[in-house]
C-alpha cells in the first residue's frame, strides 16, 4: 500500500496520523486497554493490590449469573432506566419547545432548567436526601406527611428516579432546542395556510423532523441510565432497607470490586453489564432504521 | 497530582525565597491522610511542632471513612499512597502482607523514644506481621453511654449510672419512649452499623464472641450469642425503628434531641462536646450485661470494644526517615500526652490519657478512663478482610431484618444463625 503512494501522500498520511494520535493514543490507554484488562480480570481470582491474580476460566461467571441479587440489582437498574429515559424525555421535549417560541425571559429560564447540569452531582443527592428524609425532610413537612421516600421499597426506586429526571431534562433540553432550531420555519408557515393547528404542528413537522435528536438522546441516556451509581450511593445509607430493591448493577460492582476488595467477581459484573447495553444498543439501532426519519 | 505539581512548584519557591535552614531530611513536606475530621486541628498542632525541628512540612489531609480506603487501596495498586496515614484492624493484615507499609524495626530499635512494651498489647500486636513492627499505636479508645439529660427530666426518669446493667437501659429506654410517644421522642436508638460502639459490645456481655481469639471463627449463633443479641432486640423494640436511623443517623436524632441514650466511642466526643446542646449531654460507663440474673456485675459481664489505630508509612516513601520521625514523634510519650491533653483522643500508650478526662472542660468524660478498669476491654474483632463480613451483617440477610421487625424473637436468632454462616463463610474465602 506504501509503495502506491506518491511521496506528497505519504507526508500527509504521516501528519494524519501524527494528529489522530493523541486521541488514539488517550483512548488505548484510558478506554481499551481498562476494557481488555477487565475482561482479563473477570477470569481471575484477584489477589489483592492487583497482584497474584489466578486464572479461575468461568467460575465468576457462574458464581455471578446464579446470585439472586445480580438480577435483582440488573432489574433495579432497568426500573431506573424506565423513569429517567421517558420523563426525562418528554419533560425536556415540552420545556424545549416552549422556550424555543420568544418568550420574555427566554434565557433566564433556559438557564434554571440547564442548572442541575451544572451541579456536581454528589452535591445534588445529598440535598435530595434530606429533602426525601421522613422525619425533617421538606416534603414531608410541606405536605404533612409521614412518607419514608427513600426507605419504602415500594416508593424509594421511584424517588430515585425522579432525581435522575430532575438532573438531566436540563441537558435533554438543550440538545433538543439544537434539534428544533434546524427544523426549517417555511414548514410551520406552510401548514398555517394550510390550517393545522399547533398541535398538529407539533405531531406532523416538530416530531418526525426531531426524530434523529430524539433518538440520539434516547440511545445514550439508556446507556447513561444503565450505569447508574453516584444516585444511589449517595442518598442510601448502606443499612437503608430498601437498598436491595434500589441499588443498580453498577452499585453492587462497586460493593464487590472496591469495599470487599474482590475485583474479580466486580469485573465479571460490568462484563455482564457491557454485553447487555450491547444487546440493547443493537436492538436500538435496528428499531433506528424503522422509526427514525431522514431527509 | 495537579495540586501536588502545584505544591512542588510553591515549594520551590519558597526554598529559593528562604536561606536554607538545617535542613536534616530530602523532602519538603509529607503527605499525611487521616479520616476523622475531630481529630484534624490538634492533629496539626503536634504535627506542627515536628516540622519546626525537622523543617519538614507537614500537610493533613482528611478523607471520608468509606472514601479513605477506596483512595488508599487504589493509591496502593497504582503508586501513588500518602507518605504516612492511619492504618485499622480492618484491613492492617492485607496491607502489612503485601509489603504496602515500610517496615520499621529497624528505626524502632535505634529510637530511645519508643519502647513497644509501653503500649497496650493489641494494638502492638495488630501491627505486627511475621514478627515485623509495620506501624505504631496511635491511641486506643473506649466506649461509653452518652445520655440527654433533658429528655430524662422532661419525662421524669432517673439518669443512667456507672451501675447500671443493660436491662436497666431496656426499663429507661421503655418509659421515655411510651412518656415521648406524642413528641416523637424514643429512649434508645441503635443502628446495625453500630457494632464496635454498640451490639458487639452486648454480645461480649452475654459471653459471645463476634470473632474468636485465634481469629478463625464465631459464636455469634451459640446460645451466649443469641443471649445477648436478644438483649438486644428488647431495647430495639422501644428505640427508634430501623428507618429512622438508617435515613437520619442515631447521632443526629441524639443530637436533634430525640433520642435519650446512644452508645458512643470515645473518639466521637469532640462532635458532642461542640454540639449545640451539649450542656445537656453526659457520659456514663458502658452497661454490664447481666447474663447470670443475680443483679450485680460480674467478672465478665461488662466489656468495651477497644482499637487502636496505627501509624504507617508507605512502602515507597521518598524519605523513610523523615516518615519514621514524625511517627515517632506522634507516638513517643510526648506526643501522645499532648495528644490526650488536647482531648484528641485517648493514647496508644499505656497510663498516659488520664489527662484525656480533663480534656473537655464542663464534660465529664471519666466514664471512658473508667472503662479501661471497670470494664474488660477486648480487641476489635477482625480477620484478614473484615470487611467483606462486617458489612454483609449490617444488611439485609442478617440483622438488617430482625432490626426491621424487632417484636419477633425468632427472627433474631435465625438472624444469629446466618451471620455465623456468613462469618464463617467469609474467613474460608479469605
Given at each position: 500500500m506504501l509503495k502506491n503512494m506518491s511521496p506528497k501522500e505519504k507526508t500527509e498520511a504521516k501528519w494524519g496520523l501524527l494528529f489522530v494520535a493523541p486521541t488514539m493514543i488517550g483512548l488505548i490507554v484510558l478506554n481499551f486497554y481498562p476494557i481488555f484488562n477487565t475482561i482479563y480480570q473477570s477470569f481471575c481470582k484477584t489477589g489483592d493490590f492487583g497482584k497474584g491474580n489466578t486464572f479461575v476460566g468461568l467460575a465468576n461467571y457462574s458464581k455471578v449469573l446464579a446470585a439472586p441479587e445480580t438480577w435483582q440489582s440488573l432489574w433495579n437498574t432497568i426500573k431506573y432506566a424506565l423513569i429517567e429515559v421517558p420523563f426525562g424525555i418528554v419533560i425536556a421535549l415540552i420545556l424545549a419547545v416552549l422556550l424555543n417560541k420568544k418568550v420574555a425571559g427566554r434565557s433566564v429560564y433556559r438557564t434554571i432548567f440547564f442548572l442541575p447540569m451544572v451541579c456536581a452531582p454528589a452535591a445534588v443527592a445529598m440535598v435530595w436526601k434530606w429533602l426525601y428524609n421522613t422525619q425533617f425532610g421538606l416534603l414531608n413537612n410541606v405536605f404533612h406527611t409521614k412518607v419514608a421516600w427513600i426507605s419504602d421499597p415500594n416508593i424509594a426506586w421511584i424517588s430515585i428516579g425522579v432525581i435522575g429526571v430532575w438532573s438531566i431534562i436540563g441537558y435533554n433540553m438543550v440538545l433538543f432546542i439544537g434539534g428544533l432550531q434546524e427544523i426549517p420555519g417555511d414548514y410551520y408557515e406552510a401548514a398555517s395556510i394550510d390550517g393545522a393547528n399547533g398541535f398538529r404542528q407539533f405531531f406532523s413537522i416538530t416530531v418526525p423532523l426531531l426524530s434523529p435528536t430524539t433518538f440520539f438522546i434516547v440511545q445514550t441516556r439508556i446507556i447513561g441510565a444503565l450505569t447508574v451509581f453516584d444516585l444511589m450511593f449517595m442518598v442510601m445509607d448502606k443499612t437503608n432497607v430498601a437498598l436491595k430493591k434500589v441499588q443498580s448493577i453498577v452499585y453492587l460492582f462497586y460493593q464487590y470490586a472496591f469495599t470487599n476488595g474482590n475485583k474479580g467477581y466486580g469485573a465479571t459484573l460490568v462484563v455482564v453489564l457491557l454485553v447487555f447495553i450491547m444487546i440493547v444498543t443493537f436492538i436500538l439501532q435496528q428499531v433506528e432504521k424503522r422509526v427514525v426519519y431522514h431527509n | 497530582m495537579k495540586k501536588r505539581v502545584l505544591m512542588g512548584v510553591l515549594a520551590a519557591g519558597m526554598m529559593m525565597a528562604l536561606p536554607m535552614t538545617a535542613q536534616a531530611y530530602d523532602i519538603d513536606e509529607l503527605q499525611v491522610n487521616i479520616w476523622d475530621n475531630n481529630q484534624l486541628a490538634g492533629l496539626q498542632q503536634i504535627a506542627d511542632e515536628w516540622s519546626e525541628e525537622s523543617g519538614v512540612k507537614v500537610t493533613i489531609n482528611v478523607v471520608d471513612w468509606d472514601n479513605y480506603w477506596t483512595l488508599l487501596e487504589a493509591g496502593a495498586s497504582g503508586g501513588q499512597m500518602p507518605d504516612v496515614f492511619w492504618m485499622h484492624s480492618n484491613t492492617a493484615q492485607m496491607y502489612m502482607e503485601n509489603d504496602l507499609i515500610y517496615p520499621l524495626d529497624d528505626f524502632i530499635a535505634e529510637d530511645d523514644a519508643i519502647d513497644l512494651a509501653n503500649y497496650y498489647d493489641g494494638i502492638v500486636e495488630l501491627y505486627k506481621s511475621d514478627g515485623v513492627q509495620y506501624a505504631l499505636p496511635k491511641d486506643h479508645d473506649t466506649i461509653a453511654l452518652l445520655y440527654n439529660k433533658a429528655i430524662f427530666d422532661k419525662y421524669g426518669v432517673e439518669y443512667p449510672t456507672d451501675d447500671w446493667s443493660w436491662d436497666d437501659v431496656l426499663a429507661a429506654a421503655t418509659a421515655i419512649t411510651e412518656a415521648g410517644k406524642d413528641d416523637g421522642v424514643y429512649?434508645?436508638?441503635?443502628?446495625?452499623?453500630?457494632?464496635?460502639?454498640?451490639?458487639?459490645?452486648?454480645?461480649?456481655?452475654?459471653?459471645?464472641?463476634?470473632?474468636?481469639?485465634?481469629?478463625?471463627?464465631?459464636?455469634?449463633?451459640?446460645?451466649?450469642?443469641?443471649?445477648?443479641?436478644?438483649?438486644?432486640?428488647?431495647?430495639?423494640?422501644?428505640?427508634?425503628?430501623?428507618?429512622?436511623?438508617?435515613?437520619?443517623?442515631?447521632?443526629?436524632?441524639?443530637?436533634?434531641?430525640?433520642?435519650?441514650?446512644?452508645?458512643?466511642?470515645?473518639?466521637?466526643?469532640?462532635?458532642?462536646?461542640?454540639?449545640?446542646?451539649?450542656?445537656?449531654?453526659?457520659?456514663?460507663?458502658?452497661?454490664?450485661?447481666?447474663?447470670?440474673?443475680?443483679?450485680?456485675?460480674?467478672?465478665?459481664?461488662?466489656?468495651?470494644?477497644?482499637?487502636?489505630?496505627?501509624?504507617?508509612?508507605?512502602?515507597?516513601?521518598?524519605?523513610?526517615?523523615?516518615?519514621?520521625?514524625?511517627?515517632?514523634?506522634?507516638?513517643?510519650?510526648?506526643?501522645?500526652?499532648?495528644?490526650?491533653?488536647?482531648?484528641?483522643?485517648?493514647?496508644?500508650?499505656?497510663?498516659?490519657?488520664?489527662?484525656?478526662?480533663?480534656?473537655?472542660?464542663?464534660?465529664?468524660?471519666?466514664?471512658?478512663?473508667?472503662?479501661?478498669?471497670?470494664?474488660?476491654?477486648?480487641?476489635?474483632?477482625?480477620?484478614?478482610?473484615?470487611?467483606?463480613?462486617?458489612?454483609?451483617?449490617?444488611?439485609?440477610?442478617?440483622?438488617?431484618?430482625?432490626?426491621?421487625?424487632?417484636?419477633?424473637?425468632?427472627?433474631?436468632?435465625?438472624?444469629?444463625?446466618?451471620?455465623?454462616?456468613?462469618?464463617?463463610?467469609?474467613?474460608?474465602?479469605?
Open positions: - | 429512649g434508645y436508638a441503635l443502628n446495625t452499623s453500630n457494632n464496635q460502639d454498640g451490639w458487639y459490645n452486648i454480645v461480649y456481655d452475654y459471653g459471645g464472641q463476634i470473632i474468636t481469639e485465634d481469629h478463625k471463627g464465631t459464636t455469634i449463633g451459640s446460645d451466649e450469642g443469641k443471649a445477648g443479641m436478644e438483649m438486644v432486640r428488647k431495647i430495639l423494640e422501644v428505640a427508634a425503628p430501623q428507618t429512622t436511623v438508617a435515613e437520619t443517623g442515631t447521632d443526629s436524632l441524639f443530637q436533634s434531641g430525640l433520642v435519650g441514650m446512644i452508645t458512643q466511642g470515645s473518639w466521637m466526643i469532640n462532635s458532642f462536646y461542640k454540639a449545640e446542646n451539649s450542656a445537656d449531654y453526659a457520659w456514663a460507663l458502658i452497661p454490664y450485661g447481666d447474663a447470670n440474673g443475680n443483679g450485680a456485675c460480674d467478672e465478665g459481664e461488662r466489656w468495651s470494644c477497644y482499637n487502636g489505630l496505627g501509624w504507617a508509612a508507605s512502602h515507597q516513601v521518598a524519605d523513610p526517615a523523615a516518615a519514621y520521625s514524625l511517627i515517632s514523634y506522634f507516638c513517643a510519650e510526648k506526643g501522645q500526652k499532648e495528644q490526650a491533653e488536647l482531648g484528641v483522643t485517648m493514647a496508644g500508650m499505656k497510663g498516659v490519657s488520664e489527662e484525656f478526662a480533663n480534656a473537655f472542660p464542663g464534660m465529664d468524660v471519666s466514664a471512658f478512663t473508667k472503662a479501661e478498669t471497670d470494664a474488660q476491654l477486648y480487641f476489635r474483632p477482625y480477620t484478614r478482610n473484615t470487611t467483606v463480613w462486617e458489612d454483609a451483617l449490617q444488611q439485609a440477610g442478617a440483622f438488617l431484618d430482625p432490626w426491621q421487625n424487632p417484636s419477633d424473637p425468632d427472627l433474631m436468632a435465625s438472624a444469629c444463625d446466618a451471620a455465623q454462616m456468613i462469618i464463617e463463610d467469609a474467613i474460608a474465602n479469605e
